[in-house]
Structures are given as C-alpha cells and as structure tokens.
C-alpha cells in the first residue's frame, strides 16, 4: 500500500502518482481503482488531491486554485475576503492568470480564472504560508482591489466620489480595518495603462483618506 498520506494536502498529477505505483503491473489502473474507492479525487484530468479521510489534512481551496491552473495567483473577491476587507462570504474561486480565461468545476467548487497581461500579473503579489505546511500565491489587499476593478465590466466612475460609493457603498469595504495601504502597488498598477483613468481615481479617493 502506498503512503498517500505523504501528499498531505498537496494536489499531485497522475503521472506523479503512477511514478509511486511503479511495481504495480498496471499503474494507471491502480490509480483509477484508488479514485473509485475515495482515497483520491480528480480536480481535472491528470490532476488528483489526497482524501481528507487518508491526508488528515483538510483540503485548501486557494492551494488548489494554484495549482488548478496557471500561472496564476487569488484575487478579487476571494483575496478581499480572505483578508476579511468585504463582509460577503465568497462561494467561487477567483483567480488572475496570464493564460486564456478558464473555469473548473470540482468536487471542492467552481474555480474561475480571468485573463490579464503578463506585465501586470507580477505587480502586487504575496506568498501565504499556512501553519508552516503549504503556501499559495495571493494578491495583496491593493492588488486586489486593481484586479477588481479590471476586471468588472460595465464599471463607469467618472469621479472620486462616484470611486467612493462603489468601495464604501456597492463593495461594503470598511477602510478603517485596513492598515498600511500601499499607494505604491496601485501606481504601478495605473502604470500599466489597463483602465488607467478608473485606477487613477482608486489612487485619488486612497491619497485623499490615507
């Protein structure tokens, strides 16, 4: 018997698994049977995450989301409430990605990947480590914010009021929580052109209360 729970929490792809399963005859056939019997579960094709029942570890989503595809990092609303800056519990897996816009549904959720420029991608990004075990790539609370703002169609702000009723109002964002805003992440985000007069007031209404 293999030591599936060896992987932990970590998702493994099937050629990994078949690799651990070298002295069986059928390797890819062990795999299957380990799949009707619980102990793995696919996220795509050639894409597995060890049973909490075998792992003793739970599942992470935003691990996952990582390695679902990519490149790419947890953004949007999934990052603002990680952070715990938007009060609504946020049910899908957003992501950002210098790849084709993607969707997954799995036994763990939807995961939804949105497509940016690969000069903007690697603004703004921070590794969370969790209990020393496992880490994912996230935006910071800015980045985020940016992301947000990009990638919602149909946004028209014309001014940096209009700014302020979409964050306090339509985003719920409570401010006084965030400490140490970092203008500098949502410069270089404007920088990069994409809605760069939307962005600009973002960094107007910030300059303006921080």
Not at 24 to 42: C, D, H, M, T, W
Not at 168 to 185: G, K, P
Request: aromatic letters at 10%.
């Amino acid at each position: 018997m293999i030591e599936l729970e060896t992987f932990k929490n970590i998702p493994i792809e099937s050629s990994g698994l078949q690799n651990l399963l070298g002295n069986y005859r059928f390797p890819r056939n062990k795999v299957s049977a380990l799949e009707k019997r619980g102990q793995v579960i696919r996220l795509k094709r050639g894409l597995y995450v060890v049973s909490e029942k075998i792992s003793r570890k739970p599942v992470s989503r935003e691990l996952l989301a990582n390695h679902l595809y990519g490149p790419s990092y947890l953004s949007l609303e999934t990052a603002l409430s990680f952070y715990g800056i938007i009060p609504e519990r946020v049910f899908a897996i957003r992501s950002m990605t210098t790849k084709r816009a993607k969707n997954f549904e799995t036994p763990f959720g939807n995961f939804d990947y949105t497509t940016i420029s690969a000069c903007y991608f690697s603004i703004g990004l921070r590794q969370e480590i969790i209990e020393n075990q496992y880490a994912f790539m996230i935006a910071t609370p800015e980045k985020a914010l940016c992301d947000l703002i990009l990638a919602t169609p149909n946004l028209r702000l014309q001014s940096v009021k209009a700014m302020r009723m979409y964050l306090e109002e339509d985003l719920r964002i409570d401010f006084s929580d965030w400490q140490n805003m970092d203008t500098e992440i949502i410069r270089q985000c404007v920088e990069t052109g994409r809605k760069k007069g939307t962005l600009g007031l973002l960094l107007k209404y910030v300059y303006r209360h921080f």
